[in-house]
């Protein structure tokens, strides 16, 4: 398993933009495909993005599409959520994840067996 840590989190006006970064320990990041869940109140944890190994497959959920995008450099262990755009009901504690399964960009949090401590992102309306 990695290590993880979440960044990069805090309070921003809506329309306003973020990147949160999700640094992991270990020398097998490069093995690992990686996702962002997010939890807001009161509700359950839900996907957002996901990205495999190489980085060449993506997957974001519908409701931050075209706003949120998934990136890693796998040269600095970490990967990117760069979040444009933000609307208060993306009001939540963001999670990062890994996947031992490399080739598959999943929203299933089942088949993640790593999970960071997250970061909290408010936004203001």
């Known amino acids: 398993q990695v290590q993880l840590v979440e960044s990069g989190g805090g309070l921003v006006q809506a329309g306003g933009s973020l990147r949160l970064s999700c640094a992991a320990s270990?020398?097998?990041?490069?093995?690992?495909?990686m996702g962002w869940f997010r939890q807001a109140p009161g509700k359950e944890r839900e996907f957002v993005a996901a990205?495999?190994?190489?980085?060449?497959?993506?997957s974001h959920a519908d409701s931050v599409k075209g706003r949120f995008t998934i990136s890693r450099d796998n040269a600095k262990n970490t990967v990117y959520l760069q979040m444009n755009s933000l609307k208060a009901e993306d009001t939540a504690v963001y999670y990062c994840?890994?996947?031992?399964?490399?080739?598959?960009?999943?929203?299933?949090?089942?088949?993640?067996?790593?999970w960071g401590q997250g970061t909290q992102v408010t936004v203001s309306s």
């Open positions: 994840a890994a996947n031992p399964n490399r080739y598959i960009s999943t929203s299933d949090p089942t088949s993640y067996n790593s």
């Open positions: 270990g020398r097998t990041f490069s093995s690992y495909s």
């Open positions: 990205i495999t190994s190489s980085g060449i497959s993506t």
